[in-house]
């Protein structure tokens, strides 16, 4: 498994373990509310700042592992030509699945005109498309592009 | 040029004019009640229709030119263009919605942020087919 690999693996787990936090989250409130809860941007903040946390962490330590471990250090986290491609590809495909996304939010608005679930929607949206992109860089590493 | 080309010079039109005329039902709306009017159903709906009857007839059009061109599987550099394009839009598409959430965090208003997000949508896709053209015209 690849250094970069690695890294989206561990991005990828990052975003669903904070998501199903940040939703767990809006579930208590929207409980103790009696209503969908509006949002809240501490706890949005701190999912951006644990994904961001763990996903910087990862790629440091992964790439200090792996360069004590390769005959050439220098070459761990170099981003060729395969790379290149499974990351456009990823992203391409991940782009799709985040505008499903947006689009099924958008219509399921229509339906209960609740802008704090509209809200709460498209941050779903978003993070299964995060989730989707890290993923799919691994699934394309392992199909051999 | 290739039908793939041609079939983004068709979907990029008919985006903006669907995009344009969704645009013009809201604003028209918003300067009749004075605020953020609700999501226009009927115009949603509208605009997918424009959407699709040019699309069908664009690509009709573009298939009857020279029907082998568009029978013919896509290529390697064909869907380098595609995934290139598709990559840019949708850092395009991110940034976007998550102007949209600020949007949400500063107004407050659900039908501010119903609009930015279908604006948003429309922009990168739009921009996905303008960039699978200038990429075709500029190479990879």
């Known amino acids: 498994m690849s250094f970069w690999e690695k890294g989206y693996l561990a991005t990828g787990l990052a975003v ?4 199903a936090g940040y939703f767990y989250f809006v579930w208590q409130q929207s409980a103790g509310l009696e209503q969908i809860a509006p949002p809240n ?3 949005f903040g701190a999912y951006l ?3 961001t946390i763990i996903s910087a962490g990862s790629f440091i330590t992964l790439g200090s592992l792996e360069a004590r471990a390769a005959d050439d250090p220098d070459t761990v986290g170099d981003f060729d030509e395969r790379d290149r491609f499974v990351n456009m590809k990823s992203l391409a495909a991940a782009s799709y699945i985040t505008s499903i996304g947006g689009y099924l939010a958008l219509v399921w608005f229509l339906f209960h005109h609740n802008g704090d679930l509209l809200f709460h ?10 989730a989707a992109m890290c993923f799919l860089h691994v699934f394309n590493y392992n199909r051999a592009y | 040029m290739s039908f793939q080309e041609k079939s983004a010079w068709v979907m990029c039109f008919a985006l903006i004019v669907s995009g344009a005329f969704y645009a013009w039902t809201v604003l028209a709306l918003a300067n009749v009640l004075q605020t953020v009017p609700p999501p226009n159903a009927g115009g949603l709906a509208m605009g997918v229709i424009i959407i699709v009857a040019i699309a069908i007839f664009g690509h009709a059009v573009a298939a009857l030119g020279n029907p082998a061109d568009a029978n013919a599987p896509e290529d390697e550099r064909d869907r ?4 290139r394009a598709g990559n840019l839009s949708g850092v395009l598409l991110g940034a976007l919605c998550m102007l949209s959430i600020v949007s949400y965090a500063v107004f407050e208003n659900g039908h501010l942020l119903f609009h930015a997000l ?5 922009i990168s896709q739009i921009a996905e087919y303008a960039l699978t053209i200038w990429y075709y015209r500029r190479g990879v």
């Open chain 2, 80 to 83: 380098l263009v595609v995934w």
């Open chain 1, 49 to 51: 700042i644990v994904v």
């Open chain 1, 121 to 130: 929607s498209l941050v779903g949206a978003l993070m299964i498309g995060e």
């Open chain 1, 16 to 19: 669903l373990i904070a998501g």
């Open chain 2, 118 to 122: 279908v604006a948003g949508l429309v």
């Open chain 1, 41 to 43: 941007w501490g706890t």
